[in-house]
């Protein structure tokens, strides 16, 4: 009882001393405290504010990053979690018929979690002090490391958390899909909306070589940061999708900003007045962003900006020569800056290539940019090199794999497997059909997966019986006196040009006794 009653008694003390002492003096009082109880333990503190500096203004993004760690990596995940504060924002409440959003959790003030880093044991406490007179909290984290191991430890802890909390945030951050609007000279900007597309790799009916050298690929630049800085190259990516209409790459483009979870920028070129407008867009795109240009081929005509002056050159040396040396001179001067300046106004082939690969194109780092035609042929040379277009990616008709991915995710398992034999062999035989065409032939029937099937196998069956017919056609032509081929090909008539052609009716006289089971 008097040991308690000593007790009170200093407690009582230390509460009339902390009213009528100084504040200046308390604390130089507590850090002296600080200092001896630093000085005697074994271990070795650190703290990690909410915000720097003496007005509290600036946020420390450490803080944002070991909030997020401990969300993730500890709170969640340990079997025995300390105490811990559950709210619910109250925008997200009162919606009839949305989903319940879940409660964010943070640990509780004054409370600590331990955490293990290679072989030493790590504590993170939460403290929130509020300030004298005021309702305001200063909140922030304190780290224990083990004295003796803090100076090699702690650096290597740090990037392991930044690169943790860097994942998390990347995971759980909501994406946009960006487009720019039509507007006037000097206003250019983006719009966006919510970026909820359902398309992964995982639904993706791709080759599978092909879809892992993608994934390869994709992973290898997100987790590039370090050999991109070493390298000196800009940390940025470009593919081209090429293929028909409907061969998957719209749902490609979209895998990919769902697998690196960046945004979506998609370029409208027709909408860009000018390439300082051009220049505005690709400044005000974000970092972790895919940037999309689709059919590059019939957004502009890319290739008219180059080569304009030499042809005009070429013209006037044919023309008679009535002028002086002195107005050759100025024409010559006047083409070269309309050769230049002719396309001011309009987006041109040089100002799509300073936006891929000039000095503007690095105003931002971990950018994707990805291109998309159905005709490469109709592409300049010179977006086409590495640096622009670094990986090109071909997609054409579904293939056999495909088609039976595309049918396995659209009916389900089916029955009759000799039907689904059938239209593999039809595939192989030259059969061709887009993915987009093979999904709404399954689309119509995917409640009756044998029907589907059988109407897919007779499709596929159709496209061959056309293939052949048409082959026959071009056959019996090159037969014909009135051939056209005949006529403007020297060398072909005669017994080395029928020769040709009846080996070609041989091989499909045997194709089509092969089909028919003779």
Not at 406 to 434: F, K, P, S
Request: charged share 25%; glycine share 6%; hydrophobic share 35%.
């Amino acid at each position: 009882m008097e040991f308690l009653s000593q007790m009170w008694s200093l407690l009582g003390l230390l509460t009339i001393l902390q009213n009528v002492l100084p504040t200046q003096l308390l604390t130089l009082l507590h850090s002296l405290w600080q200092s001896l109880q630093d000085s005697l333990t074994p271990y070795s503190y650190f703290d990690v504010p909410e915000f720097l500096g003496s007005a509290a203004v600036e946020p420390n993004a450490l803080y944002r990053h070991v909030q997020l760690y401990l969300h993730r990596s500890l709170l969640l995940s340990s079997p025995s979690p300390p105490r811990l504060t559950l709210s619910l924002p109250r925008s997200v409440t009162g919606h009839v018929g949305a989903a319940a959003a879940p409660p964010s959790v943070s640990l509780s003030p004054n409370h600590s979690v331990p955490d293990a880093f290679n072989g030493h044991r790590a504590v993170w406490t939460h403290h929130a002090d509020t300030l004298q007179d005021s309702l305001e909290e200063r909140r922030s984290f304190s780290l224990r490391l083990p004295k003796r191991h803090a100076a090699a430890v702690l650096p290597a802890y740090l990037t392991h958390l930044a690169a943790a909390a860097d994942n998390l945030e990347r995971s759980s951050r909501a994406r946009r899909l960006h487009t720019n609007a039509a507007s006037p000279r000097g206003s250019a900007s983006w719009s966006s909306v919510p970026f909820c597309h359902p398309s992964t790799f995982e639904t993706l009916a791709l080759d599978p070589d092909l879809k892992a050298r993608l994934l390869a690929d994709l992973t290898s630049f997100a987790e590039g940061r370090e050999f991109y800085r070493r390298t000196g190259r800009p940390w940025k990516r470009g593919y081209l999708l090429h293929g028909p209409p409907g061969s998957g790459k719209s749902s490609l483009i979209a895998a990919m900003a769902n697998h690196l979870r960046y945004d979506v920028f998609d370029l409208e070129l027709t909408r860009v007045t000018t390439n300082a407008d051009l220049r505005a867009l690709l400044i005000q795109t974000t970092n972790r962003s895919l940037i999309v240009i689709e059919d590059i081929d019939c957004s502009l005509h890319l290739t008219g900006d180059r080569g304009l002056p030499s042809m005009r050159r070429h013209k006037r040396r044919r023309a008679p020569a009535a002028a002086s040396d002195d107005s050759s001179d100025s024409d010559d001067a006047r083409d070269d800056v309309l050769g230049t300046d002719s396309h001011r106004g309009k987006v041109t082939l040089s100002g799509l290539l300073n936006f891929t690969d000039g000095l503007w194109s690095c105003c931002g780092e971990e950018r994707v940019i990805v291109f998309t035609t159905n005709h490469v042929d109709g592409i300049d040379p010179a977006l086409l090199r590495p640096g622009r277009m670094d990986v090109h990616v071909r997609l054409g008709p579904c293939g056999a794999y495909a088609m039976r991915e595309l049918v396995d995710r659209y009916v389900g398992a089916v029955g009759d497997q000799e039907m689904l034999d059938a239209a593999e062999g039809c595939i192989r035989d030259g059969a061709e059909m887009t993915p987009a065409e093979v999904g709404e032939v399954l689309l119509r029937n995917r409640d009756e997966p044998e029907t589907a099937v059988m109407e897919l196998a007779s499709e596929l069956k159709a496209r061959v019986n056309a293939a052949d017919e048409l082959q026959w056609e071009d056959s019996a032509a090159e037969l014909s006196d009135e051939s056209p081929t005949k006529k403007g090909r020297k060398g072909f008539a005669g017994w080395e040009g029928k020769v040709r052609i009846l080996g070609r009716l041989r091989s499909l006289t045997k194709s089509e006794s092969g089909r028919r089971g003779v």
